[in-house]
Nanobody, 118 residues
């Protein structure tokens, strides 16, 4: 079983920055991908960013490309989401997830709230 615990959310002004962390523990897949999703009130959960097991090949949604950066610290088993130039439309609950490959997201964290004020 894998446990994912997000942290780092909060209230930030538009144009500011936040860094989310996702601590991974338990027995993970030998090769896996990690991703961040988000869900705004009244909307479906949407993909934000993904990174592979070695920490390479990051991909982003068009809405965050150039502003957000996903990375991982393999020694600490933590995945980060650095969010810069925040916009009010980035307001959502952010979730990290892990799976053996994209579209098969097996484990999810509890989420962390990000609120961006205008």
């Amino acid at each position: 079983q894998v446990q994912l615990v997000e942290s780092g959310g909060g209230l930030e002004q538009a144009g500011g920055s936040l860094r989310l962390s996702c601590a991974v523990s338990g027995r993970t897949f030998s090769n896996y991908v990690m991703a961040w999703f988000r869900q705004a009130p009244g909307k479906e959960r949407e993909f934000v960013a993904v990174i592979n097991w070695s920490g390479g090949d990051p991909h982003y949604s068009d809405s965050v490309k150039g502003r957000f950066a996903i990375s991982r610290d393999s020694a600490k088993n933590i995945v980060y989401l650095q969010m810069n130039s925040l916009k009010p439309e980035d307001t959502a609950v952010y979730y990290c997830t892990q799976g053996p490959y994209m579209s098969r997201w097996t484990y999810w964290g509890q989420g962390t709230q990000v609120t961006v004020s205008s």
